[in-house]
C-alpha cells in the first residue's frame, strides 16, 4: 500500500475499537496491564511481541473469548455487553481467524460458510449460499466448495476460516497468527488474502511476526511485552530503528531465523 491509502481512515471518526485502562489476570499472573488502544476505521494493526507478552488475550478479550478485570472495551461506540442477545451481535460485529482454522470437520466447505449467516443472522438458505460462493471466490477456494475440510490443504483451510469470519460481515477482523501452523510454502497464499482485505478498507488486528505483511499492509505495529504495549510506531520505524531496548532484542532474534 501506498502512503496515501495508508492515510484513509478518517482520523475525525470515533475509533472502531476502542480499549481503556484494561487489565486482565490469570490468577496471579498479570497478563494485561493498563492496555491503551484505539483502532481507527479501516486501519491495519500489527500486533508483535514475545511468546506470553499477552497478544492472543488481547485478541480473545476483544470478542469477549476472555472477560476483563478492569477497564472498558467498546466496539463502535458499545462498550462490550456482558452475556446474552447482546453478546452475540456484538461477536458477530467482530470476526476472528485462529492459528488452527478450526473448521467443522463434517460439513462442506460451504456450510462451513453458511451455518453462521443463516442460523446467528437468519438470512435465508440461498442468500447465503449466494454471499457464501463469492467469498469463497474472494479467498480463491470456489472450486473446492462441495469437498469436506479433510479433503483442503492447510493454506486452503485457512482461506475457508477467513472466508466463514467474512460472511458474517463483521466490522474488524482479528488474526492470531494465522499463518504459523502453516507450511512454508502456503504462507503467502492466506498473506495475499489478507493483504486484499487490508485493500478494501477492512479493519483489521493481526497478531503476526510476518514482517513482509506489517511493511505491506499494516498502518501501526504495536510492540507488547509482559501485558505491556511497550512500542508503537509505523511498520518501517518499528523494523528499522526500534526505540526500546525489548524491541531491539526481539527482532535481533527473530531476524536471525
Ligand atoms: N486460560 C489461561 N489460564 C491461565 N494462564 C493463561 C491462560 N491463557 C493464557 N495464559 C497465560 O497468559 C500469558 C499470556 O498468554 P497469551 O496467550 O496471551 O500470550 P501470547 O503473547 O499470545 O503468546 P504466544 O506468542 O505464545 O501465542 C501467558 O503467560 C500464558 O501462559
Ligand atoms: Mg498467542
Redo the contacts with the bound molecule.
Sequence with gaps: MDDTSRSTHDAGQPPLVRLTDVNKH??A?H?LKDINLSIQRGEVLVVI?P???????LCRAINRLETIDSGTIEVDGKQLPEEGKALATLRADVGMVFQSFNLFAHKTILENVTLGPIKVKGMKPQAAKELGLSLLERVGVESQAQKMPAQLSGGQQQRVAIARALAMQPKVMLFD?PTSALDPEMINEVLDVMVGLAKDGMTMVVVTHEMGFARKAAHRVVF?ADGQIVEEADPETFFTAPKSTRAQDFLSKILTH
Design positions: 490469570f490468577g499472573l497478563v511481541g511468546s506470553g507478552s499477552g497478544k492472543s488475550t497468527e507488547m
